[in-house]
């Protein structure tokens, strides 16, 4: 059996990370909203320069067109045994049109996996991943901008998942073959299975 999974925490807390091996691990498919804006945002179209202005700031895009990309990736065939959604839903009205989309499609979550990680490793980990990945951004205005938009307009997810009781916290902070650990207990826990070789 696959797992429908949410990795939440806020930028640089090691979704991207965990996500990929969740994959690798589990036979379930990453869906990255921030790959899939930053490809965006490369091609010289409308859609294309309106998406980096909202990339380039550390804003989030409007919910419409987030929600519009998951409700297709979520469609493709590769998607129907399990994905793991990293860097989305990022607001509250997001996470409502994903439970929205779950319920159609008879396939509520299996779990939100919380990554807690504490601000100043986050600065930390942020600005060495800059002089790492050069992405625009990642400048350090733009770095603490994103942190702040993620306690505004993300944070309220950790209640929502929570009276959901689908929310599972996980210590972010240690080095990543703990978290991956503990993530396999949480999903062992859960019944999911691993379906290739980590
Ligand atoms: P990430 O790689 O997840 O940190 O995302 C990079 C940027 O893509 C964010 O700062 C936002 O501008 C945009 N983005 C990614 N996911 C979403 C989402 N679910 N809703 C709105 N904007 C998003």
């Known amino acids: 059996m696959g797992a429908d999974l949410v990795m939440l925490g806020p930028p640089g807390a090691g979704k991207g990370t965990q996500a990929a091996r969740l994959t690798a691990a589990y036979g379930i498919v990453h869906i990255a909203t921030g790959d899939i804006f930053r490809a965006q945002a490369q091609l010289e179209t409308p859609m294309g320069r309106r998406v980096k202005l909202f990339l380039d ?8 067109l987030a929600i519009h990309i998951i409700r297709e990736r979520l469609s493709q065939p590769d998607a129907r045994h399990g994905f793991v959604l990293d860097g989305f839903p990022r607001t509250v009205p ?13 396939r509520p979550l299996d779990a939100v996996l919380y ?7 986050l600065l930390e980990r942020l600005r060495q991943r800059a002089a790492i990945e050069r992405r625009s951004d990642d400048r350090p205005d733009v770095i603490a901008h994103r942190i702040d938009v993620y306690r505004e307009q993300t944070a309220p997810l950790i209640e929502y998942y929570r009276r959901q009781d689908k929310l599972k916290v996980i210590d972010g902070g240690q080095p990543p073959e703990r978290v991956a650990e503990a993530i396999d207990r949480i999903l062992q826990s859960l019944g999911v299975a691993k379906t290739r070789m980590p």
């Open 115 to 121: 990554l807690e990680v504490d601000r100043d490793a």
């Open 94 to 106: 997001q996470a409502e049109a994903l439970d929205a989309l779950l319920l159609e499609l008879d």
């Open 57 to 64: 700031r550390g804003e989030l895009v409007p919910d419409e």
